[in-house]
């Protein structure tokens, strides 16, 4: 069976414990989902109806279409249910806050009354599409339903009569009407009566629907009556057992503070999660900071090694540099100390030639 079918789209959602009644007691839930689910209002613009789905996976844990009839009850601060007659059953939803449940309802209410607008308007609509067919048959076709339905009443069949003989062009003459004119009013009755044929068969269809929904409405009907005979007499049972009055109260009241108390730790625990979720984000984050980080400390180290080698490369050309520096001035000193004996000779030289210039 496919449920989300393309015609229809998700108009709301909420999350929330889905729960059945027990079909063998009818009074006992039964729970639907292990953890909560989300639930969502559907909107069937071809069929112009609303429906509650829920799925648990793959299985389709709600499936009701509302009805006019429907109403949601809320039992608790955080429970409401509703009754589907479809699908013989009570659907329960338990929130994990009042708010959600108050929503919830606002939604149902809202789309129970579009149900009921809708419903209102296609009765308008099929009303309006069988009149015209109605009166123009007349009163020499019969219906397979009901003929006053179909027919109106004697006065009204009688009606078309009088006015088809009021028009000139029906009113009979003492010469006979020609073939095409006969021509076009069988054509044109013809194709009244293959409107009031489909007509026909669309009420019929819609008859036998609605004496099927009758049967199954008294089906139901009677089984409420049984299941209230029954509870009648367990109340009685109950009231004439006064003595086990006191224990039940407080037993219901111990399973109410249980209830309280789980819901209280569902909430807790919920909180947490959210909490864990919050950390588990703020951990990744950290995650990829740190990963970046380290990216970034990898590239300084290459960046330093990059940097140790051209320093290396740069110590050892000043090394050199200076190594031949000092080479240089060594050289330098050694011609320094070549060209002052070379200055001292030539001085030696001149004041011999000078002495012997006095001389001669």
């Known amino acids: 069976m496919i449920l989300f ?16 009644i027990d079909p063998n007691t009818k009074k006992n839930w ?13 909107y069937d613009s071809t069929r112009n109806v609303y429906r509650i789905i ?27 249910q509703w009754a589907d007659s479809r699908a013989n059953t009570v659907y329960g939803l338990g929130f994990s806050s009042e708010h959600h449940l108050s929503k919830f309802a606002e939604k149902f209410q809202e789309f129970k009354e579009a149900a009921r607008l809708a419903k209102e308007k296609s009765q308008e609509k099929m009303e309006l599409t069988s009149t015209p067919s109605q009166e123009s048959a007349g009163g020499d076709i019969q219906s397979p339903l009901t003929p006053e339905s179909i027919n109106g009443t004697d006065d009204e069949r009688a009606t ?4 088809q003989n009021s028009e000139p062009r029906a009113e009979p003459t003492q010469n006979a009407l020609p073939f095409t004119h006969s021509s076009t009013i069988s054509k044109h009755w013809e194709a009244e009566l293959a409107t009031l044929k489909g007509n026909n068969a669309k009420l019929t269809a819609a008859l036998l629907e609605s004496t099927a929904n009758v049967k199954q409405w008294k089906q ?8 209230a005979e029954r509870l009648h007499k367990r109340v009685t049972e109950l009231e004439c ?3 086990q009055a006191n224990a039940v109260h407080t037993h219901k ?3 109410n503070q249980t209830i309280q108390e789980l819901e209280s730790t569902l909430k807790k625990k919920e909180e947490e999660i959210e909490r864990l979720k919050q950390e588990i984000d703020n951990a990744r984050e950290l995650q990829a900071q740190r990963d970046s980080l380290t990216q970034k400390l990898q590239e300084v180290e ?3 090694k990059d940097l140790e080698g051209q320093l290396s490369d740069l110590e050892q050309r000043l090394e050199k540099s200076q190594n031949e520096q000092e080479a240089f001035r060594n050289n330098l000193k050694t011609l320094l100390e070549i060209l002052d004996g070379k200055i001292f000779e030539l001085t030696e030289l001149r004041d011999n030639l000078a002495k012997l210039i006095e001389c001669s």
């Open 5 to 20: 079918e393309t015609q229809e789209q998700p108009i709301f959602s909420t999350r929330a414990h889905v729960f059945q």
């Open 30 to 42: 039964v729970p639907t989902s292990k953890h909560a689910v989300t639930v969502s209002y559907f």
């Open 54 to 80: 829920s799925l648990d996976g793959s299985k389709a844990i709600i499936n009701s279409t509302i009805t006019p009839n429907m109403t949601f009850t809320k039992t608790s601060q955080k429970f409401g």
């Open 160 to 163: 078309p009569e009088v006015t």
């Open 220 to 227: 139901q009907l009677a089984a409420y009556q049984e299941e």
């Open 241 to 243: 057992v006064s003595s």
């Open 253 to 255: 009241t111990e399973l």
């Open 302 to 304: 290459i960046r330093n």
